[in-house]
């Protein structure tokens, strides 16, 4: 039961390429954070969006936040081979409980 | 290492056996977290430590599941009577806030324990 949805499940693009997903989820949140998994490790923290913020960006990762929508992107700009992972929403409804969406799997192809 | 660590790393078991999952959090923080990955998934919540307190075990799946952290650092992830069900990776995560507020609830993981039950 998890609190949220990545779209598209996969990605695959060129190196060079932006690379856009989605994350929606289903109550209110006090900020909403994407990480990365790299196959077989555990997950990084990427970047953290407050309820009262609409945009981020951090290096090469800009993320947006609608909360009428209940919805997150992230954007990963020149996309890299070293970008390859799964990368995951996650939000904290109330107190320190998190909860992470499905994944989407971003493939970039050198 | 400054890092989460997990350990072991790779853990296979007989159904019906018991197993423990050990995590060392990043010194000095507060929270501590455990998740199961399956395959394919995103991280289930099981359970969160405020220093030595399980302040919620909402997410653990049954009674076989128990989890301690009796000095408010190292955590033992305890799973008795194993069922092939419960084949995932086991992931801990700490930070260093004790609120959801802010940026103190960034979490910090470990590669995770990948649990399988034959």
């Known amino acids: 039961s998890q609190q949220g949805e990545e779209d598209p499940q996969a990605l695959s693009i060129q190196e060079g390429e932006n690379a856009t997903m989605n994350c929606s989820y289903k109550?209110?949140?006090?900020?909403l954070q994407w990480y990365r998994q790299n196959s077989g490790r555990g997950l990084v923290h990427l970047i953290l969006i407050r309820s009262n913020e609409r945009e981020k960006h951090s290096g090469r990762l800009r993320v947006t936040l609608d909360t009428s929508k209940k919805s997150s992107s992230l954007l990963i700009t020149a996309s890299r081979a070293a970008d390859t992972a799964s990368y995951f929403c996650?939000?904290?409804?109330?107190?320190?409980?998190?909860?992470f969406g499905t994944g989407t799997s971003l493939t970039v192809i050198p | 290492g400054a890092g989460v660590s997990q350990s072991p790393r790779y853990k296979v078991a007989k159904r019906g056996q018991d197993v423990a999952l050990r995590c060392d959090p990043i010194s000095g923080h507060v929270s501590l977290f455990w998740y199961q990955q399956a395959l394919g998934q995103g991280p289930e919540f099981l359970t969160y430590f405020q220093n030595e307190a399980q302040l919620d075990k909402s997410g653990l799946p049954s009674d076989r599941f128990f989890a301690e952290r009796p000095e408010g650092s190292v955590s033992t992830l305890k799973i008795q009577r194993t069922q092939q069900e419960d084949s995932a990776v086991y992931l801990c995560?700490?930070?260093?806030?004790?609120?959801?507020?802010?940026?103190?609830?960034?979490?910090?993981f470990g590669a995770g324990t990948r649990l399988s039950v034959l």
């Open positions: 995560a700490s930070s260093s806030g004790a609120s959801g507020r802010g940026a103190k609830n960034i979490q910090y």
């Open positions: 109550t209110s949140i006090n900020n």
């Open positions: 996650a939000t904290t409804p109330t107190g320190n409980q998190f909860y």
